[in-house]
């Protein structure tokens, strides 16, 4: 069993940044990518970055230039990192990080991130 529990959410206002945190504890060998994905109202939910285990980064275009995704492996723990930068209103959503297993994909419950123009 693998827990992802995501923080760092808030409201700010348009430029402003945010650096979102998620938290694998558990059985987390099994976890080789993560994402970050993100779920604005009455939308489906999008992905915005993915890292490897090794801390190669992929980032969708809505992403691209201003999010960084980083990543540090440890023993039954690893953590997920977005610094998020020049925040639009856009950018609105429930983030949320996951973890593919051979057993299943795990999901955190996410952190509410809200730009005010």
């Known amino acids: 069993q693998v827990q992802l529990v995501e923080s760092g959410g808030g409201l700010v206002q348009a430029g402003g940044s945010l650096r979102l945190s998620c938290v694998a504890s558990g059985d987390t060998d099994c976890i080789s990518i993560m994402g970050w994905y993100r779920q604005a109202p009455g939308m489906e939910r999008e992905l915005v970055a993915t890292?490897?285990?090794?801390?190669?980064?992929?980032?969708e275009d809505s992403a691209q230039g201003r999010f960084t995704a980083s990543r540090v492996n440890g023993n039954n723990t690893v953590q997920l990192f977005l610094e998020m930068t020049n925040l639009k209103p856009e950018d609105t959503a429930v983030y949320s990080c996951n973890a593919p297993c051979p057993e299943r994909l795990y999901w955190g419950r996410g952190t509410q991130v809200t730009v005010s123009s």
């Open positions: 890292t490897t285990f090794r801390g190669m980064t992929h980032y």
